[in-house]
């Protein structure tokens, strides 16, 4: 990075900052969706994401892939895995905001990289440093916290973080682009959507139709809502080294945050307090320890840039997996 212009650099940073912004603010769209349901704002998101997304791929003519992918049954298969896990992330966050529990689903994300961690444990035996355990232990304390303060387990957040790492990790073993990812899940989402979508019209439950111009234009937007952040993020996927994202991707959780406090009044009783601030330990712990061994990585590679870069997302867990898709 240190050869790039300066303007590449600030341009990278404008970009990360509208890419996590957005998904920051993005609790403030869903509820202008109502009086749709969860389940059809998520049927609309899968369909216009899909046009607007297969749109682009038009205008670039960047359609190689889809013949590589369709000659790959394995690759394939996971495609379907990570649009299901997805599927999931997007309702569930959908129907969290629009019921009242921003702040618990602002959770998380903040969780998602401990669970990363965890995960990457259990499934793919990786070998964690001392203060990466007693990251993982002490967001499990929070989690425990947590559950005693809302008299049952934070399951809108760990439903959250759980379907964020798997989709992480199956994005790892497909290893496709941004857009050219969103639009293979997409693909995949696309008939059941719109046959719910019809199927919802039939039965006279649909809001696209009888709710004015103004509400059907709001559905149609959704794909702009989930397109316009990768946009954003590939721009600055690019300019900026990734231990950079990887701290810019805390905006997002701390934006949902403080919407669902201030904005939505969320209620946050000294125990929530506490478990939030146990979280926050943790994810400073992850924090510092892979800056720490970013910079140890660089000295011993003589300052090479591409090296620390990938020390940096090896160890914080929090930029392995794609976040343009996972997000809100």
């Known amino acids: ?33 109502k009086p749709a349901g969860a389940m059809e704002i998520l049927a609309h998101r899968m369909v216009w994401s899909l046009v607007l997304v297969a749109l682009a791929l038009l205008v670039i003519r960047r359609w190689a892939w889809a013949g590589e992918l369709l000659r790959q049954p ?37 969780i998602n990289p401990l669970v990363t ?42 439903c959250l973080a759980f379907s964020f790492a798997t989709y992480g990790l199956v994005k790892k ?37 009888s709710h004015g111009a103004g509400h059907a234009a709001l559905l149609a937007v959704t794909g702009v809502v989930t397109a316009l952040p990768l946009v954003c ?15 810019l991707q805390y905006l997002a959780p701390v934006f949902q945050f403080l919407l669902g406090i201030l904005y939505f009044h969320e209620a946050m009783p000294p125990e929530r307090w506490a478990g939030f601030a146990l979280v ?23 300052g090479a840039i591409p090296g ?3 020390a940096t997302a090896a160890v914080s867990g929090a930029v392995d997996a794609d976040p343009v898709d996972a997000t809100p």
């Open 233 to 247: 993020f590939g721009a600055a996927a690019i300019r900026v080294p990734l231990s950079t994202l990887g701290l």
């Open 173 to 209: 073993k497909v290893s496709l682009g941004g857009i050219e990812s969103l639009a293979a899940e997409t693909a995949v989402q696309f008939v059941p959507a719109l046959a719910y979508l019809l199927w919802l019209s039939a039965h006279g439950g649909s809001t696209f139709t």
């Open 308 to 310: 620390a870069r990938a």
């Open 117 to 158: 961690i965890a995960m990457g444990v259990l499934l793919l035996k990786e070998r964690l440093r001392p203060v990466q355990w007693a990251a993982v232990g002490v967001g499990f304390a929070a989690v425990l916290v947590l559950t005693i303060g809302y008299g049952r387990p934070p399951w809108i957040s760990l």
């Open 74 to 110: 394995r690759r394939l298969a996971l495609v379907t895995v990570a649009a299901a896990v997805i599927t999931v992330n997007w309702g569930v966050y959908i129907w969290a905001v629009n019921s009242g529990h921003v702040v618990e689903a602002s959770l998380g994300y903040f």
């Open 1 to 33: 990075m240190a050869g790039e212009p300066k303007g590449e650099r600030r341009t990278g940073l404008l970009n990360g900052f509208a890419a996590y912004g957005m998904w920051g603010l993005v609790p403030l769209f869903w509820p202008l969706l």
């Open 280 to 302: 926050w330990l943790a994810l400073s712990l992850l924090t510092a320890d892979a800056l720490r061994t970013a910079r140890q990585a660089a000295r011993t590679l003589g």
